[in-house]
């Protein structure tokens, strides 16, 4: 017998804190947000009708929806809040930990499905993996009796991502991810599987966290940002599983960075907050590198006086990192001036944000390539936006002189920004110069 339609309630009471003009802004919004998923969705007024008095949207649409509703929220909803599900258990089922690793990475060693991974529906809707779900989910991972691995393996795992993150550093995501992939599928994954101590095995799924945290990291590079959110994921729940904090942070504060590029503000608030409260024991670098995320995110959302409060403790946390002899870390001066320049730009002071750019840039080790050409265009773009063209064309020449050596998506967004830029001030015979040397290098990234 076919269940009677009960009206939608939970559904209701959303779209009324949503306070959209009507329903069919609300469908409007989600065909949007379809076509960045690669849906060609035709949703009207008259859907959500039908949704309000019980219907359901389909199984494969309805993320779609629940993104939307987050977005407009600001916070996650989940298909149970929504009136889309009976149970709150009801969700998609789990899979096996590594199986998943094995479907992600088949498919990013694939060339000819570069495409198909770019597709996708970047998600604030997502849920951060909880610790009772890793447990369950390690538990029932299947190992293989016939190997067995001791720490040679794990050592061989952190100094392979240790290698691929320099060629990162230097060359860009795009040259480097493929091969972190092959790595994950040949390697990785049969480590994970083998006969361990269990101090071994914790040490396992620490390094293949790290490993993906890099991959996404990679993937986020390349403007690939679903696959990026995809790896970030899978590096937190292995990061869970191993219990190790410090790459569970580092990754929630990489997706936080990743929100904040993608203009949602909010959700890299929720995501640096989160990072922040899963790390009570950190040290004084720790706590720099996750306030000055803080910082950024909360700029974004226009909190000056929280921005300002976070930016503070980390310029403290760092004075204490720094004053010790033997402080090392990938969270340095120069990436604290640049949560400085970023705040600073956020909150409307250009020529505050170009001086602490610029203070960044003379301090960064030589070695970050792709940074150095990220952020020389972006000084550039600062500095046109008060006045400063020249210096802005003398930045632009510098980046583009290392430009074809960075294989990187957020590399080639700058330098499409470049031009976006620079049209209204195209008559001059400087400006023209730089554009026809960036149109050369179209074949590089450049459009």
Same mark, same amino acid.
């Given at each position: 017998m076919a269940r009677g339609r009960t009206?939608?309630?939970?559904?209701?009471?959303?779209?009324?804190?949503?306070?959209?003009?009507?329903?069919?802004?609300?469908?409007?919004?989600?065909?949007?947000?379809?076509?960045?998923?690669?849906?060609?969705?035709?949703?009207?007024?008259?859907?959500?009708?039908?949704?309000?008095s019980g219907t359901r949207p389909m199984a494969k649409y309805r993320k779609v929806v629940l993104e939307v509703l987050s977005r407009r929220l600001g916070r996650v909803v989940t298909a149970f809040e929504a009136g889309f599900v009976d149970r709150p258990d009801e969700e998609e089922p789990s899979v096996d930990m590594v199986e998943g690793l094995v479907d992600l990475g088949s498919a990013?060693?694939?060339?000819?499905?570069?495409?198909? &991974?770019? #597709? +996708?529906?970047?998600?604030?809707?997502? %849920?951060?993996?909880?610790?009772?779900?890793?447990?369950?989910r390690f538990e029932r991972l299947r190992s293989d009796p016939h190997s067995r691995i001791g720490m040679g393996?794990?050592?061989?795992?952190?100094?392979?991502?240790?290698?691929?993150?320099?060629?990162d550093d230097q060359f860009g995501g795009r040259s480097a991810r493929p091969m972190a992939a092959a790595f994950m599928v040949n390697n990785i994954v049969p480590y994970l599987r083998?006969?361990?101590?269990?101090?071994v095995r914790r040490a396992m799924l620490s390094a293949a966290a790290d490993h993906l945290y890099l991959s996404g990291y990679m993937a986020v590079d390349e403007r690939?940002?679903?696959?990026?959110?995809?790896?970030?994921?899978?590096?937190?729940?292995?990061? &869970?599983? #191993? +219990?190790?904090?410090?790459?569970?942070? %580092?990754?929630l504060r990489g997706m936080s960075v990743q929100a904040v590029e993608l203009g949602h503000g909010a959700e890299a608030v929720r995501l640096a907050e989160a990072a922040s409260s899963a790390s009570p024991q950190a040290g004084p670098r720790m706590r720099a590198f996750l306030a000055g995320q803080q910082a950024h995110s909360l700029a974004r959302t226009g909190d000056r006086a929280g921005a300002l409060a976070m930016l503070r403790a980390a310029e403290v946390a760092m004075e204490q990192a720094e004053s010790k002899a033997k402080a090392h870390g990938s969270y340095d001066p120069a990436s604290l001036a640049y949560h400085v320049a970023q705040v600073n730009h956020e909150l409307g002071d250009r020529e505050g944000a170009i001086r602490?750019?610029?203070?960044?840039?003379?301090v960064r080790p030589a070695v970050y390539r792709r940074a150095r050409v990220r952020h020389r265009a972006m000084l550039a773009e600062w500095q046109v936006e008060v006045g400063r063209v020249e210096e802005a064309l003398q930045n632009w020449h510098l980046a583009l002189d290392e430009y074809p050596q960075v294989q990187s998506g957020r590399a080639d967004d700058r330098f499409r920004a470049m031009v976006a830029v620079l049209r209204p001030h195209g008559r001059g015979a400087q400006v023209r110069e730089l554009l026809d040397r960036a149109r050369s290098m179209a074949g590089e990234g450049v459009g």
């Open positions: 009206a939608n309630l939970k559904l209701a009471h959303l779209l009324a804190e949503c306070r959209w003009r009507s329903n069919g802004e609300f469908a409007r919004a989600i065909n949007r947000a379809g076509t960045e998923g690669g849906f060609k969705l035709r949703y009207d007024e008259s859907a959500v009708s039908h949704w309000l990013d060693m694939d060339p000819s499905r570069r495409g198909v &991974l770019g #597709a +996708g529906l970047y998600s604030v809707a997502l %849920t951060i993996p909880g610790w009772p779900d890793v447990v369950g393996e794990v050592e061989s795992v952190i100094a392979m991502t240790e290698r691929i993150s320099e060629i083998a006969t361990a101590s269990e101090e690939l940002d679903t696959l990026g959110q995809s790896y970030y994921t899978k590096a937190l729940e292995l990061a &869970l599983a #191993a +219990g190790d904090h410090l790459t569970y942070c %580092t990754t602490a750019l610029q203070r960044s840039e003379k």
